[in-house]
């Protein structure tokens, strides 16, 4: 099959359109407009309702070279070199941006496979000289530059709690967590996170840093391990530098301001948890101990469980159940307070008299990481045939 | 990450094993698109099968690349890999995330584990390296596919029929590894602090139970600790295929990886501590003159060199074993700023390292 695209001369035109971005700065190389030929035009384009969705159209191809464009003859490879779009880097050289090209309503298209990103400039470059059966000696190139506004910095977002919330925390303490105000972003965290001695001095690596980065799902929570390295007994971190929080002394938390959250926005003001560390708790939670007031019946009053000590926020909201006599679970909504030291649970209806029990996963966890049953370190030469091996513990009630 | 080039090679019984379903590893594969929520570790398969962890969607999902003609073995050299991505997905280098790098063994070529942006909204995507150096982005819109999703799905946060919320809790995928017919996938949850390491066999059964050990490693007195484990590797120590297990609080474990069976409980042998200021971040073994070497990049002390003399058959601890000073290790000073690793072939690693200002470069290196 031959092609006759008429190419003879082309009036290019580069619009950059007036987008809802703010200003668009736009550059052409046209070549000298000749009165009777075809006119090109290459424009970016919003995708109503995206944010940031681009694409870029060029109009005025005749319909002879669209066909051409759509046969088998040419190849995909081909595309990149016709109609591409490149961030524009200094010092590197381009490499142009993954997308699709299409040809659609008497246009072709460049439809990147991303949304275009704040604060960086782009550049549409159309190379007529790359159409199928263009001559060499055809003028080349329209070439188009976006620039994506910046956001406006709106520093918003705040840490809303660390936990464990309370002021003395075990000289072993494992892990905190620490809550933010809306999704944060992830990657060199750690840059942003100090743990301050009494002299306000940071400690020394005193977290485990993990390239995953322990996040929800949303965002809104990271897990900060202590380095258990620095926690567990006879292992060399620990016999070389020592624990990371020592008995007896005062500790800050810091959240740097500095860090941006999922939209890129620095973080409102910087965060602070202080707090003084006691004694190593090495003694694994025990139910037996836990105490509980019943609530009224024919109420919706919240029961409440002593733990005895605070628990690991998230696994003790987690990890305990209400079942009735069946084993049936009692719908309703579990909340700490007290420092998590008392467990409560709001019923969805009124509590009914009867036989009801507590459930209690044995991998619940303290704040120093014992289970129930199960120290966080285990003697091994002593009492390790003792260990519970049940995975839930039944404490039972009644409501009268 | 890891090859299982050398268990295949050194295990007789793993290499019919392997003849034999070489001609199943797609079945039970459906065409189609890929739905990835995040790409975490990752690791080859045999013919040119990867396994990508998607820590999100609590699952690892094998796809078939097709990428299975054997490569002409170049050496590798792609500076500022990571201005190339990000120019390559229209966006700034600060707004990528390279998670894992592993090396096809059919054909040689390095895939990346990339995360474009890094919000709640951050897209994953596959990038592989060709011949000459430039990079592709592998489609997932129609390619052969299979998924576990890992059993032990969070319970909702809130009990009984009340209001459904949103769960915090996710597990961290931190390692993944091929070994004969199973996936070993280690896992870190970001509650609980326990170690999880399941054997999911491979092809994906339609549930994909697996199996989930816990896994303790007696230090060198007499404590016994659960920790996550970071980053493993399957290795020969004689017949007896055994894991190597680097643990966030730094000693290296070893263990039968027979011991692995549904519920158990295994204590591992510590043969060496990293010490302080050490994350280890990678491991492979490879065979030079004759000796077998584990070789591991962490985040402090480089690169190590460590010799496998040592690693006879691990046995449970079942008495003290006072002070074990650990087993050999060389620092390759050369090697700086290692954050991924994996072996390229058998004379070649291929790394990610630091280069100068915040450029990432992706070199293949001789192997020490």
Redesign the interface.
Known sequence: MRWRPALAGLLFVCIADALELGTNSFAAEPPLPSPGFTAVFLRWVSVPKETNRLTVEVSGLSRDTLSALQAPEWAATNWPRLLA???E?PG?E??????EHRIESGLLRFV???P??P??R?RAVFDAGQLPGAPSTTAGKVTSILQIPVQRERSTTTVTQVYPSADVLPENL??FYVHFSA?????NIYEHIRLLNAANQPV??PF?????E????????L?L?I???RI??????LE??GPALVAGQRFTLLIGGNW?????HRMKHAFMKRFTVGPPDREPPDPQRWGYQAPPIRTREPLAIDLAEPL?S??A??MI??VDESG???????FLTERERIWKFLP?HSWKAGHYSLVVET?I?DLA?NNIGKP??????EG?SKRLERTTVKLPFELR | MKTPSLLAASLGLALLAGAASAANWTAGMTEGKVALKSAGPITFGPDGILFIADTKSAAIVAIATGDTKAGAGKAVKVDGINTKVAALLGTAADQILIADLAVNPASQTPYLAVTRGRGAGATPVLVRVKGDGSLEVVSLDKVKHARADLPDAPVEGVQGDGKKQSNPRQESITDLAFLEDRVLVAGLSNEEFSSTLRAIPFPFQKIANGTSVEIYHGAHGKFETRSPIRTFVPFMVGKEPQLLAAYTCTPLVQFPISELKPGAKIKGKTIAELGNRNRPLDMIVYKKDGKDWLLLANSARGVMKITTDDMVNAESITTPVPGIKGTKYETIEAWKGVEQLDKLDANNALVIRKGEGDALNLESLPLP
């Open positions: 779009v490149f961030v880097q590197t381009p490499l142009s941006m993954l997308g990147p496979a991303f275009l990103e604060g960086l782009y494992l892990k999704p944060m972003s992830r990657g020394n690596l485990l840093e993990l390239a995953e322990l996040w929800s799902t949303d965002m809104l929570r897990t391990f380095d258990p390295g567990k007994r006879e292992v060399k971190p070389e530098i941006k959250d999922a939209n890129g690991d998230a696994l909201l987690r159940h209400v049936r679970a009692v719908p309703g909504q579990p969805q991998t966890e990481g966080f370190e285990v003697d091994v030469f390790v």
